[in-house]
């Protein structure tokens, strides 16, 4: 057994090292842009290049001087994100389970259609739903944004809450059912609970999506609803191109809420995974 | 007790309602309007056959478009997949803290493409970059950001966007990959195999169908590729990181060629429905078999 010892714990430490330098590659960019974010700034016009202080949070500030709606702008992204990853996985986690119980053919073909879907750029359809939103009234509308961003990703949270429910044992429900429960007494009191640590992660990963996405608010809006990658996207698309502290101060922004969140929730995201079934 | 029809229609419902409205009536809508003059504030309306994606693909641009997509994806995908592998592969195991390694490892992800596209343009950038400012300790002269240099343009669209997805390749290979049994790894171990062989034996092997909808996901994200370049390149210099999304966008929103934009946007569709056709096969064949 002492070979297998020995060869673990060369493997361990070769892991370390391989992790340290991946997190490193992973993290270097961000590091630099939180430095220059706080006003510590690389100045390569010296030789040696020197660094420029002293630490500031000034050019937290300036992003909203130089984009006076942004703190607006960060409201309007966390609540279209918050309830458009609310409402796909209200949408989602019933069709899951009903997928998931069902039994007819093409069923697991559907659910793989789902995934399928879910591959589907945004830009594949939102050229002519910008036409009927706008047939609609609901262009530069709050609801017209979170209802795009919840279609954009409901098949993924579809085919990951069907996953999760998959997985589950049936027999509570079976005695639910006996019992004379109604089927939304089953979904709420048997599978919500069940399969909660499955639905607070798809919700979170979904909520990254929203966030992040630029595509959906680019199409549908006209200057009324901005979200922050749309602010950013303006930051350069008029001709002024941002200092850079400010806009590593913006990006710093953006990122520390879904950084914040991830690690918060770290330990239920492991139950974000996806389950292929079987194609029969 | 099996769910009654009622109940069915009560489940689907609104996951029906949500993409039919906003996904596949759009989509479909879009596919019959290619086929026809219409634009959106036009009054005409004829069917005009094949004439628009006859117009797209004569597009030199268009054409420019379909060859960065191509190189993106079949240089993009396989890496994000080698690299996403090979660092779950490291995380396998129980180490200390590996709660907040997954994390930390994930945070590129994070980072939106479009705040990714910023970061890059003045990491790349001479007077504020990070590559400069190694070089200038090395004391060597300033390099110009490779995003301008038409030939570094795609290779570095291509590693920056790689270096944003290959810790989300990691986070969904995770849960698959540490659900394989110790004693398997243990006995390829004890077998004197080398890590290779361990992965290509061991991991692949289960992991089969879990890589296969991985790709799937990265090959769609690859062929709607937008925001990744929008800034950091907007398409150039020339057309040499102009992708088939951006074009799209140009033409339905920049210039008003609706026909131009929706039928472009369609070819994407197809490429990914094409796409998913060969995954439904591939996760079909293996069982079968």
Known sequence: MSGLQGQRRRDSATRAILLTLALAVALLPLVWTALAAVGLRANNNTTPPSWVGPPTLDHFRDVGIAEPSFWQELATSTLSAACASALTVAASLPAAYGLARSHFRGDRLLTQGFLVLASLPAMAYVIPLSDLMRRAQLVDSFVGVVLTDSAVTAPLAIYVLHGAVSQLSSECEEAAWLDGAGLFRVISQIVVPLAAPSIVATAIIVFVLDWNLLLVPLVLTAGEIKTIPLAMSDFFTFERELEWPTAAAALMISLVPVAVLATVFHGVLDRFALNVPRVD | ?289
């Open chain 2, 1 to 289: 007790m099996r769910l009654t029809r009622r109940d069915r229609l009560v489940l689907f419902a609104p996951a029906a309602v949500l993409l039919t409205g906003w996904l596949l009536l759009p989509a479909l809508l879009g596919l019959f309007a290619t086929f026809t003059t219409y634009t959106p504030f036009g009054t005409l309306v004829r069917f005009s056959g094949l004439q628009n994606f006859a117009a797209v693909l004569r597009d030199r641009e268009f054409g420019a478009a379909v060859r960065n997509i191509a190189v993106f994806t079949i240089v993009a995908v396989p890496l994000e997949l080698g690299i996403g592998l090979a660092l779950a592969y490291l995380l396998r195991r129980p180490i200390r803290g590996r709660g907040l390694w997954r994390v930390l490892l994930l945070v590129p992800w994070l980072v939106s493409p479009i705040a990714n596209g910023v970061m890059w343009h003045f990491l790349f950038g001479s007077a504020t970059g990070v590559i400069d400012f190694v070089l200038g300790w090395l004391g060597r002269p300033d390099v110009p950001s490779p995003t301008g240099n038409a030939g570094l343009a795609l290779p570095v669209t291509i590693a920056v966007e790689v270096w944003r997805i290959a810790p989300f390749v990691t986070f969904l290979l995770l849960p698959g990959l540490s659900s394989i049994p110790t004693e398997r790894w243990e006995d390829a171990t004890l077998n004197g195999a080398p890590w290779i062989r361990r992965v290509l034996d061991v991991a692949l092997p289960s992991l089969r169908p879990l890589l296969l909808a991985i790709t799937m996901l990265l090959v769609g994200l690859s062929l709607g590729t937008f925001d990744g370049v929008l800034i950091l390149t907007g398409g150039g210099p020339g057309t040499s990181t102009v992708t088939p999304a951006l074009y799209s966008y140009r033409r339905a929103f920049g210039v008003n060629d609706w026909p131009a934009g929706a039928a472009s946007a369609w070819l994407i569709a197809a490429g990914v429905f094409g796409a998913g056709l060969v995954y439904i096969r591939a996760v079909r064949t293996r069982q079968t078999a």
